[in-house]
């Protein structure tokens, strides 16, 4: 046995700047800029073909976008294995800069239903189950701050009753500070 400890580097500042996705052969596709510590490393491509992610360069400053490539490489390699499941067995498997990406993806991809969701709480009364991939709204034509708030107590009252099932429930966040109770 080896007493060496795994030690993971300090990870680099990643962003991600204009992503865009688009429908591709074998699901979504996307294409994004990536910053390593505030400077452009590569361009991300997925082409949505169900094959790898293409790492492009930036070719502007070439050696500067190799040597930050190498840095993000070098931190995921760094990285503990992470358990797997295929066909119900367990694999042990090194991070990858791709795998690295699409973590970057997901939350980019989060935060950005995170904002459409509450841009939608302020005109509509919307319900769902929490947590879950889809959800449902009655949308109005002003902020639901300018509503009467009777008429919007009454209104979320006949939600909760006739259309919350199954675990569905208003999943606005705002409801309260406007004076309704959910």
């Not at 795994?6 to 699901?27: I, S």
């Not at 099932?165 to 109770?181: H, R, Y």
Request: aromatic share 8%; glycine share 8%; charged share 30%.
């Amino acid at each position: 046995m080896s007493n060496l400890k795994h030690v993971v580097m300090k990870q680099p500042k990643v962003t991600l700047k204009k992503v865009k996705t688009f429908l591709g052969m074998e699901g979504y596709g996307v294409n994004a800029d990536v910053y390593v510590d505030g400077k452009l490393a590569c361009v991300a491509i997925d082409s949505g073909d169900g094959g790898c992610m293409d790492f492009q360069p930036n070719y502007k400053n070439l050696e500067q976008s190799k040597a930050l490539i190498k840095k993000l490489e070098d931190y995921c390699a760094s990285l503990p294995k992470k358990i797997i499941k295929v066909g119900g067995k367990d694999y042990k498997h090194q991070p990858t800069m791709e795998d690295f990406i699409n973590d970057k993806l997901m939350e980019w991809a989060n935060e950005k239903d995170k904002k459409k969701t509450e841009r939608l709480y302020k005109q509509a009364i919307v319900f769902g189950k929490p947590n879950g991939t889809s959800y449902k709204y009655l949308k109005y034509k002003k902020p639901l701050a300018e509503i009467n708030k009777n008429a919007l107590q009454l209104q979320v009252d006949v939600v909760k009753k006739q259309r919350c099932k199954n675990g569905e429930v208003i999943l606005n966040t705002n409801l309260e500070e406007l004076g309704i109770t959910v």
